[in-house]
T-cell receptor, first 109, second 115 residues
Framework: QKEVEQNSGPLSVPEGAIASLNCTYS??????FFWYRQYSGKSPELIMF????GDKEDGRFTAQLNKASQYVSLLIRDSQPSDSATYLC?????????FGKGTRLHILP | DAGVIQSPRHEVTEMGQEVTLRCKPI?????LFWYRQTMMRGLELLIY????????DSGMPEDRFSAKMPNASFSTLKIQPSEPRDSAVYFC?????????????FGQGTRLTVV
């Protein structure tokens, strides 16, 4: 079992709708959780982090964490074509930051 | 701050040649990570340093790979000899210690092609 698992997609969502991205992790010792966005040919950039159970909102983005289920999600409201990218889930365990393979999101105009 | 700086941005080399990738972390960051990204395997952690000391190199694929961090502002990842399967984008990232939510900041990456 990989440490961080994501559905590779592509996930196609109409413009203006809610995009829901999911991630599971295997190590209960994981401490913090991150969502990075990566455009094609570019480096990953941080969108949000979360380390407490529950929801965390930042503009159109909401991160959700359920440590009991070892589950992290990212909701993108009012999806825009500029949101089309690969979204990487990452977990911090001890000093390391471990990434999933990412989910490709395509927003349909 | 200019962010994490990697060089070169692109490298094309012949199989069997030595390749050296370079990274300058953000000033004040005490952790440095080397990642490799491919379509098949995603973003893999190869090795990371804390205060210039290698902490975990379990992700280094084989002995052909080595990494050094001679000082707080410079690190290298060397592949000798290189093979076509080493073709990938190599990212360097840095972060500072102390907080739960401390993110890793990435350089622009080096796209390596071994022919």
């Amino acid at each position: 079992q990989k440490e961080v698992e994501q559905n590779s997609g592509p996930l196609s969502v109409p413009e203006g709708a809610i995009a829901s991205l999911n991630c599971t992790y295997s190590d209960r010792g994981s401490q913090s959780f991150f969502w990075y966005r990566q455009y094609s040919g570019k480096s990953p950039e941080l969108i949000m982090f979360i380390y407490s159970n529950g929801d965390k909102e930042d503009g159109r983005f909401t991160a959700q964490l359920n440590k009991a289920s070892q589950y992290v999600s990212l909701l993108i409201r009012d999806s825009q074509p500029s949101d089309s990218a690969t979204y990487l889930c990452a977990v911090k365990r001890d000093d390391k930051i471990i990434f999933g393979k990412g989910t490709r999101l395509h927003i349909l105009p | 701050d200019a962010g994490v700086i990697q060089s070169p941005r692109h490298e094309v080399t012949e199989m069997g040649q030595e390749v050296t990738l370079r990274c300058k972390p953000i000033s004040g960051h005490d952790y440095l990570f080397w990642y490799r990204q491919t379509m098949m395997r995603g973003l893999e952690l190869l090795i990371y340093f804390n205060n210039n000391v290698p902490i975990d190199d379990s992700g280094m694929p084989e002995d052909r790979f080595s990494a050094k961090m001679p000082n707080a502002s410079f690190s290298t990842l060397k592949i000798q000899p290189s093979e076509p399967r080493d073709s990938a984008v190599y990212f360097c990232a840095s972060r500072e210690t102390g907080r739960m939510n401390t993110e890793a900041f990435f350089g622009q990456g080096t796209r390596l092609t071994v022919v």
